[in-house]
């Protein structure tokens, strides 16, 4: 490779990183529900939906500028996903087939909900100009807010970790994801922390969704084109933090340095037939847990 | 039921009596048609569009404008004094749905012509129940062409109509170096094809075509490429919510709209509106109506339209345009149909189609101007605009086809044949009928 390849190469991967955090950040939340309650959340990408909703509603109406409804949109969905679990999901936790129906069909719901009360024409929102740029830094060029979804996602991966490796509440959690009675036979209410773990988990959804409001567009429909690369990167990953980080760079940088070879939908096919490849060898993911089946 | 004996005797003898006196018990073949204009009852028509679902967004405001205009026909006398009722469905942008649907509307509802659909795909699943029905749909968008049937009526521009003016204009104004991107399904490529011979001829040079999967939001690799080839404008055929965000991300990315614009067959005012006008300003877009079309007509189509109940969404669209045309082609083509055989209860769909070729909408009620149908492929003759997207997200028209320029459904496959009212004709002089 002579120097006059290598930049576009460099540029590639600069970009499959951009890619992959904004992979992560949409498959977090799902991480956390999926390895801590073990329900498979059909409902995630209209969290992520209800998320750019939020930003949408309080920006428009409101006139809060955009920062800030990025935790507004985390406690909003949080909020609706803490509802969610105690109307609906709390009666299902030992029926893993019917929370997966029935959180298909809160799905439905919150898009056609969506649908009655803002419509189906697309919405937008509005971002600082300083984040309607790029930034290049010799053979690299970004653009400011794939920078910001960079760091974000950092920030959250950061911040999950602490919550659930350096905390009383995160000791709890883990105790409870190895075994339930046992853990409750110590005294932690294995309710409460599923309870608190689904409404963090719907929240880092509503946050994501923010974030991909400003990169793409907000629609009710919106969640299922994130929804797919989001259980992508929890099954590779295995169901844990570690596990979708992995998965996620894995993936993004894939998909990114394939769809420089080729091109994009190529791209997509080969990194989908390599997944199935995997999964046929490791079936359980890049970084399983032991845990006690439910 | 049992099956005894008597009830097999019962059933046996009222067979036997159905052989032997056939015209007691099957309808006529008008009637299997669904002949069902009646004098002095409303003119039923189906409104076949997505209402939810990834497709809702454009398919919600066609039929809206739908409404509109049967309204306004309505208002007006309706057609030889009849009113036109219709008949509203969801295909809930699920193409099995579509199919279903337009059988349903043909054979139970029985109205005399169907208008639906905004893709090719969709457009598809439902031909086969109109071309076996003898039906008649009116196809209010956008296609690629290399159809030839007996049964629908286009009012949108085709594939070889859309981009001929729109590829001499960037070269002259931009440069020779030209970048496709576009949709991955057939739309965008067969017009591509198209746009590949306009370019051929203007001199330009194609440096490299990307496809993006239909709903993707990610252009990082596809702008990486751009960044790298460098070309002087970029073409593209990105639909729907990918289209929002390629503007988006291409804005974000640091490209500069003037140094390298996208001039786009679809990215319209509600396109513009959905990603904030700041994205949508300086780039280009190739259609035969913009909201802000100077005419008398087009500006008392856009303030009733805005001030009815029906055009709560703040736009009128091209797409919305031509489907709107749609509505006043087959008023033309049934009052010529009524005049052809006296009586109303005689028209049949397919009739309707065949008086259609040659049907004008005059200046007076279309907004984009004079339009009329080509009497051989029952496509539209029009003259295609390029608009160029303005601070506030309006369209401002920066050229104008001089001539109206003929529909051409096989321009790119001379050696299909050419498309007749009764069939395409083959080189060797064979003809087949709804070809597909």
């Known amino acids: 490779m002579t120097s006059l390849d290598i930049a576009p190469f460099a540029n590639a991967l600069v970009l499959g990183a951009s890619i992959a955090s904004i992979w992560l950040i949409a498959a977090i939340g799902l991480t956390i529900i999926y390895g801590t309650v073990g329900v498979i959340n059909m409902a995630h990408g209209e969290f992520i939906m209800l998320g750019a909703y939020t930003s949408y509603a309080l920006q428009s109406f409101l006139g809060l500028p955009f920062l800030l409804c990025l935790p507004a949109s985390f406690v909003v969905v949080a909020l609706v996903g803490l509802a969610i679990e105690r109307g609906l999901i709390r009666y299902l936790y030992n ?77 709890q959690v883990r105790a409870v994801m190895q075994n339930k009675e046992m853990a409750a036979s110590f005294g932690i209410n294995a309710d409460r922390v599923y309870m608190t773990t689904f409404a963090i988990g719907a929240g880092l959804a509503g946050l994501a969704g923010s974030l991909f409001g400003v990169l793409a567009i907000v629609l009710p429909t919106m969640g299922t084109a994130y929804v797919v690369q989001a259980f992508l990167v929890v099954v590779v990953g295995g169901g844990t933090l570690l596990g979708s980080v ?15 070879l080729t091109n994009d939908t190529f791209a997509r096919f080969l990194l989908y037939v390599l997944i199935v490849v995997f999964l046929r060898f490791r079936p359980r993911g890049l970084f399983a847990v032991a845990k006690a089946r439910r | 039921m049992d099956l005894t004996r ?21 309808p006529t073949a008008r009637e299997a048609w669904g002949a069902t204009l009646k004098k002095g009852e409303p003119i039923k028509v189906g409104l076949l569009f997505s209402l939810t679902g990834q497709l809702a967004v454009p398919e919600e405001d066609s039929t809206l404008v739908m409404q509109y205009a049967i309204d306004e026909i309505n208002k007006n006398g309706g057609i030889a004094g009849h009113p036109i009722q219709p008949v509203i469905v969801d295909a809930k942008s699920d193409f099995n749905v579509y199919s279903e649907k337009a059988k349903e509307l043909i054979i139970r509802e029985k109205v005399i012509a169907l208008f639906g659909c905004y893709t090719s795909a969709s457009r598809k699943a439902i031909l ?22 007996q049964n629908t009526i286009c009012t949108g521009p085709l ?87 390629f503007h988006k ?60 109940k029906y055009g709560k969404n703040g736009s009128t669209h091209y797409n919305m345009e031509e489907t709107y045309l749609s509505a006043y082609v087959f008023k033309a083509g049934l009052e010529a149909a009524i005049k052809k055989t006296g009586n109303i209860e005689e028209v049949t769909s397919r009739m309707i189609r065949d008086v259609s070729g040659g049907v004008r909408v005059e200046d007076n009620v279309s907004p984009e101007g004079l339009i009329w149908i080509d009497g051989d492929n029952f496509n539209t003759w029009l003259k295609p605009k390029i608009g160029q997207c303005q601070a506030d997200g309006s369209f401002k028209v920066v050229s104008q086809a001089a001539e109206h320029v003929a529909p051409d459904p096989y321009s790119i496959y001379p050696n299909a044949g050419k498309c007749t009212a009764a069939g395409l004709v083959a080189p060797d002089g064979k003809s087949r009928k709804n070809v597909i």
């Open chain 1, 246 to 260: 992995a998965a996620a760079g894995l993936t993004g940088e894939l998909q990114s340095v394939f769809a420089f």
């Open chain 2, 249 to 308: 991300q291409f804005k974000q990315e640091g490209f500069k709209v003037d140094a390298m614009p996208i001039a786009s067959l679809t990215t319209g005012e509600i396109e513009t509106k959905a990603m904030g006008p700041e994205f949508g300003a300086g780039h280009f877009l190739s259609a035969p109506y913009f909201q802000t079309l100077d005419n008398p007509t087009n500006q008392k189509f856009v303030e009733s339209f805005l001030k009815s």
């Open chain 2, 128 to 149: 086969p129940v109109v071309m076996s029905q003898n039906s008649l749909l009116y196809y209010p968008t956008c296609y690629e062409g290399a159809e030839c049937t």
């Open chain 2, 159 to 245: 594939a070889n109509q859309h981009s001929k003016d729109l590829i001499p204009y960037m070269v002259k104004n931009f440069g020779k170096k030209v970048f496709f991107v576009g949709s991955n399904y057939v739309w965008p490529k067969e017009s591509n094809k198209n746009a590949k011979i306009w370019l051929q001829e203007a001199g330009g040079e194609l440096l490299g075509e990307e496809y993006i999967p239909l709903g993707s939001s990610e252009f990082g690799p596809v702008l990486g490429k751009i960044r790298d080839a460098k070309p002087n404008f970029i073409f593209s055929t990105v639909v729907g919510a990918s289209d929002i965000a």
């Open chain 2, 6 to 26: 008597r009830n097999l005797l019962k059933r046996s003898s009222l067979a036997a009596a159905a052989i032997a006196a056939p015209h007691l018990w099957l």
């Open chain 1, 95 to 171: 029926r893993p087939l019917d929370t997966l129906l029935a959180t298909w069909g809160v799905s439905l719901v919150l898009m056609q909900g969506v649908r009655l009360i803002f419509g189906s024409d697309p919405k937008y929102i509005a971002v600082p100009e300083m984040f309607q740029s790029n930034v290049e830094v010799g053979f690299a060029s970004l653009s400011v807010f794939r920078l910001v979804v960079i760091g974000i996602t950092a920030l959250v991966v950061a911040a999950t970790a602490w919550l659930f490796y350096r905390t009383r509440f995160g000791m």
